[in-house]
């Protein structure tokens, strides 16, 4: 007998051609996961925003909650949509917070707002085009103003090109506030080339940069994502402790000089060596 389930709701979005969906999550009340082309790229929790499931974007929000004050509410520019995880969690830790997302598929925003809906009174602006190319078309007064910039951007599986050069991030320098910083989320595995080359990118192009990802994903044994945080300001590192202690565990910071030895010579991406991320095995996801 066949279980009695719901249409999963999805769309076709219109750039890419590229299936999307939501899934309800069978374990976890309240939750659904964002799937394109195949690739989980995003999980809410509807009654617990503040509560997020993938690893890199825990690391990501540890990140936010180092920003100011507890609770200090931020300028935040978020470049890619998914499913607008880590703007509702900043809604739900910072009230009060003026955002800003860019998205190339107006179908997924809408696929999104339509089956998880945004908390009506979060100050939410999105904005649908490249991410790249919309840099220009932002708001004068948010040169200078943006204390956080997410770069989570995805094609399916794949971060394209044009969004992990040198010329791309010195875009997003000017808009720093003087406690800015970049975060940016770096697929890959094996020898971690493409994400060593992001690092060495972010360090030429924004400044003082860290890597925090899982232990055994530093050290190249799978394929996975690295959270790298870039700002021109020195990074005040005696938060270190407490980032580690956040979770999930277990969890690597490198800095300085560790930093520069995983680094290994990587170079710096321009947009005429730029290659986009690696694509994952298709069995990694178990679809």
């Known amino acids: ?112 707002r339509r089956e998880l809906p945004l908390p009506p009174h979060a100050r939410l602006r999105i904005r649908y085009g490249d991410a790249r190319q919309s840099l220009a078309r932002l708001p004068s007064g948010l040169r200078g103003a943006v204390d956080l910039v997410v770069v989570d951007i995805f094609s399916g599986a794949r971060t394209p090109p044009h969004v992990t050069s040198a010329e791309f991030y010195q875009l997003l320098r000017p808009l720093l506030s003087g406690r800015g910083i970049v975060a940016v989320n770096a697929a890959d595995g094996g020898a971690l080339a493409f994400a060593r080359g992001q690092a060495a990118t972010l360090q030429e192009a924004i400044g003082q940069t860290i890597a925090l990802a899982e232990a055994q994903m530093l050290k190249g044994r799978r394929f996975g994502n690295v959270v790298l945080a870039a700002s021109p300001a020195p990074i005040d590192t005696s938060w270190l402790p407490r980032l580690l202690a956040a979770g999930p565990h277990p969890a690597r910071v490198l800095e300085g000089e560790e930093l520069r030895r995983w680094i290994a010579g990587a170079p710096a991406v321009s947009d005429d060596t730029a290659t986009g991320s690696p694509e994952p095995n298709r069995g990694l996801f178990g679809r």
Not at 6 to 28: N, Y
Not at 47 to 67: G, K, M, N, S, T
């Open 1 to 112: 007998m066949r279980e009695n389930r719901r249409e999963i709701p999805g769309v076709r979005l219109g750039v890419s051609g590229l299936w999307a969906e939501i899934r309800e999550d069978r374990f976890v009340p309240g939750s659904f996961e964002l799937v394109v082309d195949g690739t989980p790229q995003s999980h809410v929790n509807l009654d617990r925003p503040e509560d997020v499931f993938f690893e890199y974007v825990r690391r990501i929000c540890a990140l936010i909650d180092l920003i100011g004050l507890p609770g200090e509410p931020i300028t935040a520019l978020h470049l890619g949509a998914g499913a607008l995880t880590i703007p509702r969690y900043v809604e739900a830790t910072r009230p009060g917070s003026t955002q800003q997302v860019i998205e190339l598929e107006r179908e997924l925003v809408d696929l999104v």
